[in-house]
């Protein structure tokens, strides 16, 4: 009778993770706040232009793919309520993100990745092994994955055509709010990590990055 218990209730804990990982590869993804830039004129761009920016979108839609599912693994397995509990909040605005640069990626006339279940699926297992070394580790890890992120984010927002306003504001919050989610890791007791475990998440983010602005 327990073991039957103890099989339901796993089951019952996995349906809706498995629901999250569903969500967030395959529907559209919600928001409360408004999209930024939203008001603005489209610019006149050219198809060339329009390509480029839809492809910088997407290799940002990835990203927040990746996102969903590190802070879906890392929730899993942290021992803290309070750091599950950031884990989520974040969560939700990474889920905003999604939402932002599915819109923008559709104003401009992409598609987005056709690779996104792959990375989704790379990165919930990385999230747990990540969790499993600890909260400290765990943190540690999604404030360099942040870092790293602002890093591509400013990148990008130098290679956005000057007169496309629109995604320039989307970047920019976006940003923002990766810079406060690794601020928020650091308070909560992220370690540093070595550095051959930062060059192996540079040598990742790159090879994503190539593969998504493609396809």
């Given at each position: 009778m327990q073991s039957d218990?103890?099989?339901?209730?796993?089951?019952?804990?996995?349906?809706?993770?498995f629901d999250k990982a569903l969500r967030a590869?395959?529907?559209a993804a919600p928001t409360r706040r408004p999209?930024?830039?939203?008001?603005?004129?489209?610019a006149e761009m050219s198809d060339d232009e329009k390509r480029h920016v839809a492809a910088l979108m997407r290799v940002n839609h990835c990203g927040e793919i990746c996102a969903q599912a590190?802070?879906?693994?890392?929730?899993l397995i942290?021992?803290?309520?309070?750091?599950?509990?950031e884990l989520d909040q974040a969560a939700w605005e990474e889920t905003e993100h999604l939402n932002w640069?599915?819109?923008r990626i559709a104003e401009l006339g992409g598609r987005k990745s056709v690779l996104n279940p792959l990375w989704y699926a790379g990165s919930?297992?990385?999230?747990?092994?990540?969790?499993?070394c600890g909260d400290a580790w765990s943190l540690?890890?999604?404030?360099?994955?942040?870092?790293?992120?602002?890093g591509h984010l400013e990148s990008h927002k130098a290679s956005l055509p000057a007169q496309d306003g629109k995604s320039w504001e989307v970047l920019e919050q976006m940003k923002s709010d990766e810079s406060r989610h690794a601020e928020t890791a650091r308070q909560y007791g992220a370690r540093e990590l070595p550095l051959p475990v930062k060059w192996a998440m540079k040598l990742s983010s790159k090879v994503m990055t190539k593969l998504s602005y493609l396809a």
């Open positions: 218990l103890r099989e339901i209730a796993l089951i019952d804990s996995i349906i809706p993770e590869v395959f529907a999209m930024p830039g939203q008001d603005l004129p489209e590190l802070y879906q693994g890392q929730a942290s021992r803290d309520p309070a750091v599950r509990r640069t599915e819109r919930l297992a990385i999230g747990m092994f990540a969790g499993k540690g890890f999604l404030a360099e994955t942040e870092r790293q992120v602002e």
